[in-house]
């Protein structure tokens, strides 16, 4: 059973600029959500998105979207970057409800300059 | 009021001690509740669920206080190896299943 894969590790940009962090679930998993983790905080809930459609967003603006594919994997895109979305950017699957709790993948950091 | 507030600590204990962290948690229809361990740099792990009726890990106990609205984790026994940053997780109802993270307590065992 693999687990949750998420590419690239690190990633350095510069303000204004767009990315795109991609995130493959957890075998059987149906269900992404992404969390922000600034450093010295906890992960902040981005959106969660489940058989592909977006199910539930925190607060954070439109310059942060979303997809789900057929196959499950997942990707983060933030346009016009700024400072501030310097970040952990974690990427977690479950099935459904997750009343298991979430499995994380390793995460990407990203540096905006 | 924070939805989910811990005390950032750092707590700095000897190798051996007993070590309990509390959380507290705002939304009163909450449904689920979890730890999880955090090492430097790294991702989140679930490191247990906590139910109403208390449970146990090996050295790790957790606590559901759904009356004061709070959340433990007790260590006993402190290895080296425990030193991290213990976040508490909370699932409100919100029909999303999102999961509110604490800002995290830090844990460093001391030889």
């Known amino acids: 059973e693999t687990g949750v894969t998420q590419s690239p590790t690190h990633l350095i940009k510069t303000r204004g600029q767009q990315v795109t962090l991609r995130c493959s679930s957890q075998s059987g998993h149906n269900t992404v959500s992404w969390y922000q983790q600034a450093l010295g905080q906890g992960p902040q809930f981005i959106f969660q998105?489940?058989?592909?459609?977006?199910?539930g967003r925190g607060n954070f603006p439109p310059r942060f979207s979303g997809l789900q594919f057929p196959n499950y994997s997942s990707e983060l895109n933030v346009n016009a970057l700024e400072l501030d979305d310097s970040a952990l950017y974690l990427c977690?699957?479950?099935?459904?409800?997750?009343?298991?709790?979430?499995?994380f993948g390793s995460g990407t950091r990203l540096t905006v300059v | 009021r924070k939805e989910v507030e811990q005390d950032p600590g750092p707590f700095n204990v000897p190798e051996g001690a007993t070590v309990a962290f509390n959380c507290t948690y705002s939304n009163s229809a909450s449904q689920s509740f979890f730890w999880y361990r955090q090492d430097c740099r790294k991702e989140p792990k679930l490191l247990m669920s906590?139910?109403?009726s208390g449970n146990e890990d090996g050295r790790f106990t957790a606590q559901l206080n759904r009356a004061s609205q709070y959340i433990s984790l007790l260590i006993r026994d402190s290895k080296l190896s425990d030193s991290a940053t213990y976040l508490c997780v909370v699932n409100p109802t919100s029909g999303t299943y999102k999961y509110i993270f604490g800002t995290g307590t830090r844990l460093k065992v001391l030889a």
């Open positions: 998105y489940y058989r592909e459609e977006e199910n």
């Open positions: 906590v139910y109403s």
């Open positions: 977690a699957s479950s099935t459904g409800q997750a009343v298991g709790g979430y499995t």
